[in-house]
């Protein structure tokens, strides 16, 4: 019998949304002026006015994320909520949170088509933390995002312990922002260190370090060596090409690539709608591609055919099927 081919994912595409009394979506009007905020959004396919100002943006959000994926190569999309900051007393840190994407609203999305995933999140040191991890894994949630800079974790303490071990036994992978964060870091980026994750590998969480940890620019912290060491070190970790198309990452993923051992510890993830620099990356895809591929109208395809480009293999496509909860 002719094997069926395996589904392939996308584990990294964020979606957002600021009706904060209906869905509990919110966006701090500080940030929507922000660069990279405008992009994101504009790449969601909102065209005018500010974030916060748009009263359907969350319609208009859904409506698009399935026109953009109706096309795609790609079979599996696991859209991702963000929760909002605490403090280690367990209380919303409203002061401090700057985006808010309800796993509600991401649930819900997620229902409106058999080719999007629901990827949760919540702060570990909320006081009903576990009771909202029932919850999502009664709603099939197939990863818990974090993003420990935005939203004041750090993932040694104490106070994720009951959390790592809910994690582990509903089989709940941990996708957690690894490395320096460009646009919400409202606390320090040494909440990003990779090494911080340690303990929910150990307690038996199977944790992908979104983009392996990379750096953007050459005068940050280098964390990328720490990832390829744990990578090798620990079974269930792993990590994701998300927010790779920057030729500081490219470099590192060529160098990933290279590496047996470390190829097969990489899941395909596009971190959509994050910024790309097609144009800027000509000296790696060379002239002519880059200028083939900058003009590739989906975003989704745009970031896949980059990636194969670059020479990332088909399991890094697959694996996430034997990885997340589904």
């Known amino acids: 019998m002719k094997e069926e081919p395996k589904l392939t994912y996308d584990i990294h595409v964020h979606v957002a949304g600021n009706n904060y009394d209906e869905w509990g979506n919110y966006v701090k009007p ?4 922000r660069f990279l905020i405008k992009h994101f959004i504009k790449k969601l396919g909102i065209k005018a006015g500010k974030i916060e100002g748009i009263s359907d943006l969350e319609k208009q959000i859904a409506d698009n994320m399935k026109s953009l994926i109706s096309g795609c190569k790609i079979d599996r999309f696991t859209l991702l909520a963000i929760d909002a ?21 991401v649930s819900s999305l997620a229902k409106t088509s058999n080719r999007l995933l629901f990827g949760g999140s919540i702060h570990p040191y909320r006081k009903d933390a576990l009771d909202e991890l029932e919850q999502a894994a009664k709603d099939k949630v197939c990863l818990i995002k974090w993003l420990p800079s935005a939203q004041n974790i750090n993932p ?24 320096n964060e460009h646009i919400l870091g ?17 307690m038996g969480v199977t944790v992908i370090a979104a983009h392996c940890s990379t750096k953007m620019y050459l005068y940050e912290t280098d964390y990328f060596t720490k990832w390829k060491r744990m990578a090798l070190e620990y079974e269930n970790f792993y990590g994701d090409t998300g927010a790779f198309i ?17 190829k097969n510890k990489v899941l395909y993830g596009s971190d ?3 910024l790309n620099m097609i144009r800027s990356s000509f000296w790696i895809l060379g002239l002519k591609k880059a200028s083939m591929l900058h003009n590739i109208k989906n975003p989704l395809d745009q ?20 990885i997340l909860r589904i």
């Open 246 to 262: 920057i030729p500081t990452r490219m470099i590192s993923l060529k160098s990933i690539l290279k590496d047996d051992r470390l």
């Open 303 to 322: 970031y896949l055919e980059v990636m194969m480009h670059l020479g990332l293999t088909s399991n890094s496509l697959t694996k996430a099927g034997s």
């Open 85 to 105: 900051a605490h403090k280690e007393n367990g209380e919303i840190d409203m002061e401090r949170s700057q985006l808010i994407v309800s796993n509600r609203f």
């Open 156 to 179: 040694s303490s104490k106070l994720c312990y009951d959390f790592y071990e809910a994690l582990a036994h509903y089989k709940i992978p941990l996708l957690c922002h690894t490395g």
């Open 272 to 274: 959509f709608p994050t």
């Open 30 to 33: 500080k940030i929507s002026n």
């Open 186 to 202: 409202a606390f320090s980026n040494k909440l990003n260190d990779p090494v911080l994750l340690k303990t929910a590998l150990e």
